[in-house]
């Protein structure tokens, strides 16, 4: 089958030498630029707000946790205040709505505002837990994996890295015949020049499911293969809290 006069397997082989070129290269280089900033961030802003807002939160006394949210609204409003390493607008934003908050509650100390003070400082505590352990997983992502590649024999870090080329390519492969079939439907609806007599639909989908097939695949050995320093989440934490729930009710 040809293309402009071109070999589709010459046009396949120079479409993944490329989206290889990319993922390893291009993506690399980015994904170190971004790690630098988020150490930044997670180094001057995010660990150290992170812990001051959990011991606000865990202080009972409320005169102690008031006295608390001062010092902390203090400490980051000051010419030193290292919030502009905050990575998300939202949360910094956030930050400056609860200091305007703060400073009407010092002008007029009725328990209105101290409500409202008190809600906002809950709210950052939890954007702030989601950022810090978001940046905290993004930074030590490879951190088991690096461990593993260390203790084992060589030829299985050598093959594991051919496993992601090849998950790489999986994923690639599964576009490509995502796009073949959208453009053998439209053939069909308006045909095109480009593309043969003799290619239908069926054939389009013959392709893209081994496509799928060969992208499922690799997809079980990346995550048999690949070690990931990964948290539980929060939604399977709330479903084995709500099953451990479920069962004490069930036995009781």
């Known amino acids: 089958m040809k293309i402009?006069?071109?070999?589709?397997?010459?046009?396949?082989?120079?479409?993944?030498?490329a989206y290889i070129g990319y993922q390893f290269n291009f993506r690399s280089k980015k994904r170190e630029a971004f790690l630098k900033e988020l150490s930044s961030s997670y180094n001057e802003i995010y660990f150290p707000m992170y812990r001051e807002l959990?011991?606000?939160?865990?202080?009972?006394?409320?005169t102690q946790k008031l006295d608390m949210i001062d010092e902390f609204v203090r400490e980051h409003s000051g010419k030193e205040s290292k919030v502009r390493f905050i990575a998300?607008?939202?949360?910094?934003?956030?930050?400056?709505k609860l200091r305007k908050t703060h400073v009407n509650y010092k002008r007029e100390m009725n328990r209105t505002n101290e409500e409202k003070l008190l809600?906002?400082?809950?709210?950052?505590?939890?954007?702030?837990?989601?950022?810090f352990w978001d940046a905290h997983d993004t930074i030590y992502e490879d951190h088991k994996q690096f461990i593993s590649d260390t203790f084992i024999n060589p030829f299985f870090v050598v093959l594991g890295n051919v496993?992601?080329?090849?998950?790489?390519i999986s994923v690639f492969l599964f576009w490509i015949c995502t796009a073949i079939v959208y453009f053998t439907i439209s053939n069909s609806v308006l045909p095109l020049k480009v593309i043969p007599d003799w290619w239908n639909i069926y054939y389009a989908l013959l392709l893209w499911t081994l496509s799928l097939m060969f992208f499922a695949f690799m997809m079980m050995f990346k995550e048999m293969i690949i070690k990931k320093n990964r948290r539980e989440s929060k939604i399977v934490k709330n479903f084995k809290a709500k099953m451990k729930r479920f069962f004490?009710?069930?036995?009781?």
């Open 54 to 62: 959990s011991l606000i939160m865990e202080t009972e006394k409320k």
């Open 248 to 252: 004490k009710k069930g036995i009781k």
């Open 88 to 96: 998300s607008s939202f949360i910094l934003e956030y930050f400056y």
């Open 163 to 168: 496993f992601k080329i090849l998950y790489h």
């Open 4 to 17: 402009l006069g071109i070999d589709l397997s010459v046009i396949i082989i120079a479409l993944i030498t």
């Open 119 to 131: 809600t906002m400082v809950e709210c950052l505590h939890s954007m702030m837990d989601t950022e």
